[in-house]
T-cell receptor
Framework: EPEVTQTPSHQVTQMGQEVILRCVPI?????FYWYRQILGQKVEFLVS????????KSEIFDDQFSVERPDGSNFTLKIRSTKLEDSAMYFC?????????????FGEGSRLTVL | GQSLEQPSEVTAVEGAIVQINCTYQ??????LSWYQQHDGGAPTFLSY????GLEETGRFSSFLSRSDSYGYLLLQELQMKDSASYFC???????????FGAGTRLAVHP
């Protein structure tokens, strides 16, 4: 069964460093998303991406964040200068027409720890 | 603003039935989804209601009342493996983003 894959599964970085989290969405999907979840808290929307551009972003997604779909398969989230409060699990999700019925397909997540 | 309210914790025994409620206030509403998340895992889709009424998928059912801005997830014949967090999520705005509630942690005991 096709699945969303994310790398790395865990990254530890120093405050102020740049981090790139990578995702390979399901191949025929059209909508791509990044969410984050601070330990024990809710899943928070960061950004949605469609037709090779950002379609919507939350107030969390400030100038430190960027997304890119550099080729036909990868979808990346870059955090330019990490802060302690960026420590969280970052989930990539994708969907096709299933998005119209509220179904997103999530990867297993990348745990980011900022020291 | 947007808000979703659901209980933080529910406890039940194996074989029982449990209902997890969700009330929402959002600008723009297209439907209510439910997701399950085991500790350390990815959220996985359970159910969706775009219209009022009950949707049944095996042991799980979900209900929506748009006029009351309210929905619930009903889990029947509980099993130990159902111990997880359950999130309601509103499909809101364009491009089908989901806004999640804070989650309900369900503990199933023997």
């Amino acid at each position: 069964e096709p699945e969303v894959t994310q790398t790395p599964s865990h990254q530890v970085t120093q405050m102020g460093q740049e981090v790139i989290l990578r995702c390979v969405p399901i191949s025929n999907h059209l909508y791509f998303y990044w969410y984050r979840q601070i330990l024990g808290q809710k899943v928070e929307f960061l950004v949605s991406f469609y037709n090779n551009e950002i379609s919507e972003k939350s107030e969390i997604f400030d100038d430190q964040f960027s997304v890119e779909r550099p080729d036909g398969s990868n979808f990346t989230l870059k955090i330019r200068s990490t802060k302690l409060e960026d420590s969280a699990m970052y989930f990539c999700a994708s969907s096709g027409l299933q998005a119209l019925t509220g179904e997103l397909f999530f990867g297993e997540g990348s745990r980011l720890t900022v020291l | 603003g947007q808000s979703l309210e659901q209980p933080s914790e529910v406890t039940a025994v194996e074989g029982a039935i449990v209902q997890i409620n969700c009330t929402y206030q959002t600008s723009g509403f297209y439907g209510l989804s439910w997701y399950q998340q085991h500790d350390g895992g990815a959220p996985t889709f359970l159910s969706y209601n775009g219209l009022d009424g009950l949707e049944e998928t095996g042991r799980f059912s979900s209900f929506l009342s748009r006029s009351d801005s309210y929905g619930y997830l009903l889990l029947q014949e509980l099993q130990m493996k159902d111990s997880a967090s359950y999130f309601c999520a509103v499909r809101s705005g364009g491009y089908n983003k989901l806004i999640f509630g804070a989650g309900t942690r369900l503990a199933v005991h023997p």
